[in-house]
């Protein structure tokens, strides 16, 4: 009954599955990305991302004041205040707290903890701490003190102003962001007008050899890109080219034009017959029939292949690495900027997870705004 035409297979509720599967796939992380780079670091470092919108608990390192704050109250020294006041940190309700990072909930709120030399420390719930000492406190820092609180949530910007507008060259993806705006909307472009002519050519024009360059264009498909790299830049240096942006976008547009060609080629081949030869009777050129009549139907296989490019351009490491100069960061890209950061800022999770979404954010963009050309692009020429 399942082949019976107007019914559903039963691999139906499979497929769903199995697609929503790989949406969540690739959903989770990249939800878990764009909430990690609002958090500060300690909420990171506590909880996971899924627990952002919920209180959690957490374990801090606070001081009181330092010793000049000190007055004296007969024969005592006290220095009074909050914990979180002194250090700027969010107030919350203390379940627990102590002096020793061995026994870092040795006390509850209202106790008193013997400190040594006549000192002696008494924490309240909402930070409130008393230190007093029967002689004069001396030293240029408070006491350390370990507090267990439920920490309400909290989002910030910090880390975007940190990335984005610091100006401090270890931390900022701005000039990294520029320069890969420099090197992806060339690299994507230049292939994409090379290739509409040459597929032209190849799905409408008669000449010798047409066949034998279809075949040639496919087998390049499957040229390792690092096969190519070293002579390619040895060939650069050769002709006076050397590393830089020129350099990088002839690269892109080598290793992009083989797929660029087999992708519009397919597409236009597969395109109405009686239109081109109408074109001609009419007196049109080629150059007319290519740009009025071909461009325009290949819209959905060009877009495409923008969609392609751009992500692989945008997100390439290899060939930047190969055929740029960034010794100075000045031509530094947004891969190798976040690489860097990773030496730089291995601990930081917050610095690092707010660089990665900056760095996804376009492509992201490109592919939601473009997407409805994709399977179009990727279908041509597969159903005659």
Request: a negative charge.
């Amino acid at each position: 009954m399942d082949n019976i035409a107007g019914s559903k297979s039963s691999l139906t509720w499979a497929v769903h599955i199995a697609t929503a599967l790989l949406v969540a796939l690739w959903l989770f992380p990249t939800v878990g990305l764009f909430v990690s780079s609002f958090r500060t670091a300690d909420q990171i470092a506590s909880s996971g991302w899924w627990n952002a919108l919920f209180p959690t608990e957490q374990t801090l390192t606070l001081r009181t004041a330092a010793p000049e704050t000190q007055v004296q109250e007969g024969n005592l020294y006290v220095i009074e205040g909050n914990l979180f006041t002194e250090t700027d940190t969010p107030p919350a309700e203390i379940g627990s707290w102590g002096t020793s990072s061995r026994d870092v909930s040795a006390y509850g709120p209202g106790d008193t903890a013997e400190l040594g030399d006549g000192e002696k420390l008494t924490v309240q719930a909402d930070g409130g701490y008393r230190l007093e000492s029967a002689t004069e406190m001396t030293g240029s820092r408070g006491q350390r003190t370990f507090v267990t609180a439920e920490i309400p949530p909290e989002f910030t910007l910090d880390n975007y102003r940190q990335v984005l507008f610091s100006g401090d060259s270890t931390d900022s993806m701005a000039k990294a962001f520029f320069n890969t705006l420099t090197v992806t909307i060339p690299a994507t472009i230049i292939p994409i007008v090379v290739a509409a002519f040459a597929a032209y050519a190849l799905a409408w024009m008669d000449f010798p050899g047409r066949a034998l360059l279809i075949a040639f264009v496919v087998g390049l498909l499957v040229v390792p890109l690092q096969l190519a790299l070293i002579p390619l830049l040895k060939l650069h240096l050769g002709i006076g080219i050397g590393k830089g942006y020129l350099g990088v976008w002839l690269a892109h547009t080598g290793f992009g034009l083989p797929l660029a060609i087999y992708l519009l080629r397919n597409y236009m081949v597969g395109l109405p017959r009686d239109i081109i030869e109408n074109a001609r009777v009419d007196g049109a050129t080629e150059f007319q029939i290519f740009t009025k009549i071909i461009l325009p139907l290949s819209f959905p296989a060009l877009a495409s292949f923008a969609i392609f490019q751009f992500l692989w351009t945008w997100n390439d490491l290899l060939v930047a690495k190969v055929f740029l100069i960034d010794a100075t960061g000045q031509t530094t890209v947004m891969t190798n900027q976040i690489v860097e950061l990773l030496g730089t800022r291995g601990g930081n999770w917050e610095i690092l997870a707010t660089a990665a979404f900056v760095s996804i954010a376009v492509p992201l963009a490109v592919f939601f705004a473009m997407q409805r050309y994709l399977v179009r692009g990727l279908l041509a020429g597969s159903v005659k």
